[in-house]
């Protein structure tokens, strides 16, 4: 037969073995549902947020990934992340192909292992029978490897690479070769000599940057408005909310400011830290004895929109109240993208059984559900909590958190996931913290309320890429 012959018949194939998208494909691996996979007498496997095509020793291989859905890459960039490739010289080869689902004529970005090790563009035309080189670059990976991309752009289709995500080079660019309009993506890890030893490529982050961006030590800012320290405050009666206030008047309060003055230096913070710099969140006193209400104070932060899909939030934290614990205090990241609020949130809330425990409860979209679990808290003493948090797909995703002394963190198992809300309020992310009085305000003059902030660290993963 042919070769056009086959050549056609496999294009066919393969339109067959797809379907075709609705959406943009943004895929980070956790799952296969987006792949076809084949070992090829190596081994092409997806866990924990990777791709891992492997090709052993002794044989020859070509573990494959391919995309079970159609994209287009007319007007946009489609990118993989080779986060490490293995590979043996004139024996192996790692490819990324954008392949056109009609004709079987595809884009193709290759690591050769030809010593050194090589990025190599290029296209198949002629119902993808002849292969076309148009450049080269070397293999420099960065810290998180090296990003691989297509783009096609005002009828231009261009090879990229790049260690960020953010800068990207070109080592081609022509005319386009080939239709962009449905193509399908596969990957390819592939001994045609044997060798030794195994090799293997490892991919992840499709349409992703791995690590977004990152807000250090965000307790050193002494400003309000903006990216800097805001203030939002209410007061309860019965349940029912009385005031709320994050114009500067305290609604029934006098919280502490934000300036020089409430930022300390304390070296009893415990390693591990970025510094030991912090901030002094205090309530001084409140209206209760007159109103009888209860109050809630926020300090929280409008960071600039970072459209990720994880996030963690991380914080030393600890509090001097003058008598048994009778407040809570609350954790909560918000995504707001202008059309849902998506909160990721733990709070811890007190026993109120005249010792300091309590139990960490979690935020479904409408109301704090108890975990379950316990812990006890002194006065003067450095706490830590971090919990990661996917925010993304309308989605709000938990998968555990951790709590406790400082370097010394007990591990809580918890999954669960809710829908997003819809809101309206400007898109950005906003990390916030907050002193909960509740059911039982004792704040007077004298009784301050503080919680003392440090390493407060908003972090990113797998942000969604144009």
Known sequence: MHKKTISCMIAGLLAVSVTTATARLYDDFANGDNWILSNDSGTAVIETNVLLLTSPSGVLSTPTATCNSEQSLTDSRQSILVESHTGVTDSTVFFFWAIDSVTGNKLELKLDDVGPTTVVAGYYNDDGNDYNYVGSAAYNPGADGLYLAFLETNGMTHWQ???????????????????TSSIVFEMQ???YETTSTATHTTVGCFNYRLHGIGYYSIQTNTASG???WSLYTEGFNGGNL?????????????VGGVTSQWHFTDTSIPAPYTNQDGFDFQIINTDEP???DYYNAYRYQYLPYVDADQWTYHIYFKYTYPQYITQGLEFPLNKYNG????????AWYPLRDGTTNGEWSVWTGSTWKPTGYDQGFKTSWWYELTFTVGLHDN???YNGFQAGTVGSLTSFNWTTNYSAPGSSSAAGIVPAMQIDDNIQ????TNTEKDCYIAEWHIESMYQRLP
């Open 226 to 228: 903006g990216d800097n």
């Open 339 to 346: 059309t849902n609020r998506f909160q990721g949130a733990f």
């Open 441 to 444: 305000d004792t704040t007077t």
């Open 242 to 254: 009385v005031c709320s206030s994050s114009d500067g008047d305290p609604c029934g309060m006098n």
């Open 290 to 292: 007159t109103t009888h």
């Open 161 to 179: 690479i790049s260690t960020d995500a953010s800068n990207w080079t070109d080592v081609a660019s022509i005319d386009d070769p080939i239709s």
């Open 189 to 191: 890890h592939k001994a």
């Open 395 to 397: 989605q709000v995703f």
